[in-house]
């Protein structure tokens, strides 16, 4: 199998020059049918002074209904060139980006941890969706866009159903 056959690639949030201004949401994604997302957060060209909150939420459904956010694994890469960071663990608060150019941020999420958020909730609905919100810590106008791989599907041989939904 080769990988898009094993993992599905949406564009969470499309391109924008001011990635953080007005602190927008990546569509929410479904794990129903994957055990794992990363969202790759690309940073480009702009100021190279604005820096961004990143925060993760389960949530209820493609709407993005009843939100809680979770904590989460990260890396990044401070260059097009460099090596990947090693991991850190961000609270439900979220971590705050560098300022820079050409940077990229992995974000790692498990299906367990939306179930997890779920139980820890007090509704009693489950939480297969999940998004980022990218919130202007330092003000500075900066190129970017979110790219989500869903991966580990959960059923063999099979094409599965559309993890982002219009």
């Known amino acids: 199998m080769n ?4 993992n599905d690639v949406v564009q969470a949030l499309p ?7 007005s602190s927008p949401s990546t569509k929410p994604v479904s794990l129903k049918n994957y055990d794992h997302v990363c969202f790759q957060v690309e940073i ?17 459904d493609e ?16 260059s097009q060139t460099a090596a990947w960071s090693a ?27 939306l179930l997890q958020a779920a139980s820890e909730s007090s509704e009693s609905a489950s939480k297969p969706y999940c998004f980022l919100t990218l919130t202007e810590a330092v003000s ?15 059923y063999v041989n099979t094409v599965p159903a559309p993890s982002v939904f219009a």
């Open 87 to 113: 991991y850190s663990s961000a609270t439900a608060s979220g971590f705050e980006t560098a300022a820079g150019h050409n940077q990229l941020y992995g974000v790692e999420i498990d299906a367990r941890e």
């Open 140 to 154: 500075g106008a900066e190129y970017g866009s979110v790219t989500a791989i869903m991966s580990k599907p959960r």
């Open 3 to 6: 990988f898009l056959e094993q």
């Open 63 to 78: 709407a993005g209904d009843n939100p809680v956010a979770i904590p989460f694994r990260y890396r990044s890469k401070a």
């Open 15 to 21: 391109p924008t020059n001011d990635l953080f201004t």
């Open 44 to 60: 480009g060209g702009g100021a190279g002074t604005g820096r961004g909150t990143i925060t993760a939420y389960a949530c209820d």
